[in-house]
């Protein structure tokens, strides 16, 4: 399992509190933040530590989460 450093993970964070805001609030779950932390945390493990390349990263695939989970 990799390890992050505090910074990335705030990083991370902020990419996850970011790209849940794009999502209307009556389809926000815990089963749709636990997949974009988890788009995110592959594109860590890939080597994408930016916040914008998270945030690209999660942003793309919200309507592939959406559609697989509602």
Known sequence: MPSYSPELV???????????????????TPGIKAHVAQVILKAAAEGQTSYEGLLASA???IQAILSMLT
């Open 10 to 28: 705030h990083t991370m964070r902020a990419a996850l509190d970011e790209v849940m805001t794009k999502i209307p609030a009556h389809q926000v």
């Open 59 to 61: 942003s793309d695939q």
